[in-house]
């Protein structure tokens, strides 16, 4: 931009700007005023109300798609939110049992000793602990020498458990009947034992000896044993041993155990008889029961299923797989072929 100087002194110049700073409009001779750009508050409230408006108007012309459009966000919402609600208390509840090695009780002992329960104490004396009007019988099991055998299978636990100090002894049945009270197999089998004086072997078996008191048939006996093992240890058991009818050995060593996919080699099973006069009934019974494992191993399908759920009276909620993380999906799994996921006890 170009300066010109006037006056008669021409050492000492005053000088003036040809043309103001501003836009000037040669044609016109005016100044142009340069607007300045004005920045709109955003005002909540009037975006929701043209937001509101406009689905207002979409609503009215296509209703039908607005409709469909608004139920895919709720459903989209709604699948979101319970995926996290799953995610998260799957997180707290494996976090609760992520813990040091010295805050499990029994971290020491390596093998499980398991033995099943089949029915329910419900006497207010220990004293007639061998009398079948001291146990809530069904009518299969009310036969002469019935409460005998189980406490027989008690004392065979304690016996085992008492010549392995790395041994921990688990009493396993849940309340399976509902005129029997909500009393549970596994305490009525603790109970007994109590009232024995642990057969002469209290010193060294009563502390490690335990409960898991939400089984409802035999194979969630070994499964949810194994699970309870884990709780109380911090690992899964190097050996397993079943205490429970000698007429009942192939059920547990073969179907339960093929079905958690347990070493043979490490497995044992302990029998005892059951009462004379109950034999062959229980003989037949057990083929069918047998029969039906055999088609349906994890006992999650048809009249096992049902057979299942009957035993449940009280619904109590089955606090596994929390204390077994490891083995969550063998807990899921249900079909007829053998569960081929990863197993702790297989590697």
Known sequence: MKSFSFGSNSNSPKSFTAYPSCDFDIESGTIKRTRRSKKLPLHPLKMIKSFANRFSYYKKLHPILVFCIALSFAVSVLVILLAYESHYWQTIGYRKFNVGSDNYPFVKLKNLVMVAGHSIYTSSSCGKVDKENSWFLEPYQQHPGQAASFVAHIQEGVEIVAKDDKALLLFSGGETRRDAGPRSEAQSYWTVAESKGWFGNEE???????????????????LFSVC????????????????????????????????????????????????TTSKEAAMRG???VRSQ?????????????????????????????????????????CGAAPYSGSLPWAQ
């Open 228 to 275: 309870r093992f884990r709780e109380l240890t911090g690992t899964y058991p190097h050996n397993i041993t079943v205490v429970s009818y000698d007429f009942k050995e192939e059920r547990f060593t073969h179907l339960h155990r093929s079905a958690i996919g347990f070493p043979e080699s490490r497995f044992f099973y302990s029998g005892t008889p059951g009462s």
């Open 286 to 288: 057990e083929a069918l």
């Open 204 to 222: 060294s078996v009563r502390w490690r000896a335990m409960t898991e008191e939400h089984a409802r048939d035999s194979f969630e006996n070994l």
């Open 293 to 333: 494992f055999q088609e349906d191993p994890y006992g999650c399908l048809g009249s096992l299923w049902r057979k299942k759920l009957g035993r449940d009276p009280f619904h109590r909620t089955i606090p596994y797989p929390n204390g077994c993380p490891e083995i969550e999906g063998l807990f899921r799994y």
